[in-house]
């Protein structure tokens, strides 16, 4: 059973930075497309950036510029670089692991930008 951790989040001040992490067990960089979404409260769940493949990444447009989402495999670790943060990025994010129709989902880290 593939089961996914995140850690990193936090409160941080407008135009600061946070890097989450994400650590995986078992063996899925392999076959899975691993991303984050984020949920803020009273919206819904949005995919904040994903890497397809091992290698493709892609991003919402609200957050282009300012997230990197990167990968290293032999350390079962996906991570979310986020820069120029802004109020409007304050949501619980969460790991995922995605394959075909299966969603591994992690148990969410708080963010919160705030002066």
């Known amino acids: 059973q593939v089961q996914l951790v995140e850690s990193g989040g936090g409160l941080v001040q407008p135009g600061g930075s946070l890097r989450l992490s994400c650590a995986a067990s078992?063996?899925?960089?392999?076959?899975?497309?691993m991303g984050w979404y984020r949920q803020a409260p009273g919206k819904q769940r949005e995919l904040v950036a994903v890497?397809?493949?091992?290698?493709?990444?892609e991003y919402v447009d609200s957050v282009k510029g300012r997230f990197t989402i990167s990968r290293d495999s032999a350390k079962n670790m996906v991570y979310l670089q986020m820069n120029s943060l802004k109020p409007e990025d304050t949501a619980v994010y969460y790991c995922?692991?995605?394959?075909?129709?299966?969603?591994?989902w992690g148990q969410g880290t708080q963010v919160t930008v705030s002066s």
């Open positions: 995922n692991a995605q394959r075909w129709s299966t969603y591994i």
């Open positions: 078992g063996s899925i960089f392999s076959s899975y497309n």
């Open positions: 890497i397809r493949s091992g290698v493709i990444t």
